[in-house]
T-cell receptor
């Protein structure tokens, strides 16, 4: 079983739609979680950190449920430029800076 | 934000040759850097942790004699793929944590072994 699991998609949505991505993690000792965005043939870029209290950055909302070991990302009012692969990432309980990446969920926003 | 560079951005080589990839932190010092590999449509997989002034720490299943890592200074780590074979063709990405522990990724190196 992978330590961080995501539905690879693809998710095809029209502009303006709201889309939600889910992610589960198996290591209950994991401390920190993140959503990264990766464009085709590029490096991943940090989208946002994820906290139990939930956090919002503009159209993006991330949520962590430690009891269920579940992380979510909600994108409202999707833009064409949101098309990318979204990577769910944990620190795998390590305090060394290592990151454990999920497979990624591909989003394609259509006009 | 902090910048991490990689060189080369892409390389094509013949089977059996060695390829060196450089990872530099341009405006901050990094005692630790990480090397990842990503195959098409797959996740980034951590290969090793590069430690300035000491040996690298390799993840399970990664051959340390094949993937040589040298962290020569606080701003430079190199990954050498020795005797490369077609199955080593992949996207190699380094990252470095900056002072506030945010990870910054290099732009990646696409390696194709013929």
């Amino acid at each position: 079983r992978k330590e961080v699991e995501q539905d690879p998609g693809p998710f095809n949505v029209p502009e303006g739609a709201t889309v939600a991505f889910n992610c589960t993690y198996s290591n209950s000792a994991s401390q920190s979680f993140f959503w990264y965005r990766q464009d085709c043939r590029k490096e991943p870029k940090l989208l946002m950190s994820v906290y139990s209290s939930g956090n919002e950055d503009g159209r993006f909302t991330a949520q962590l449920n430690r009891a269920s070991q579940y992380i979510s990302l909600l994108i409202r009012d999707s833009k064409l430029s949101d098309s990318a692969t979204y990577l769910c990432v944990s620190d795998g309980s390590s305090n060394t800076g290592k990151l454990i990446f999920g497979q990624g969920t591909t989003l394609q926003v259509k006009p | 934000g902090a910048v991490v560079s990689q060189h080369p951005s892409w390389v094509i080589c013949k089977s059996g040759t060695s390829v060196k990839i450089e990872c530099r932190s341009l405006d901050f010092q990094a005692t630790t850097m990480f090397w990842y590999r990503q195959f098409p449509k797959q996740s980034l997989m951590l290969m090793a942790t590069s430690n300035e002034g000491s040996k690298a720490t390799y993840e399970q299943g990664v051959e340390k004699d094949k993937f040589l890592i040298n962290h020569a200074s606080l701003t430079l780590s190199t990954l050498t793929v020795t005797s490369a074979h077609p199955e080593d063709s992949s996207f190699y990405i380094c990252s470095a944590p900056e002072a506030r522990n945010e990870q910054f990724f290099g732009p990646g190196t696409r390696l194709t072994v013929l």
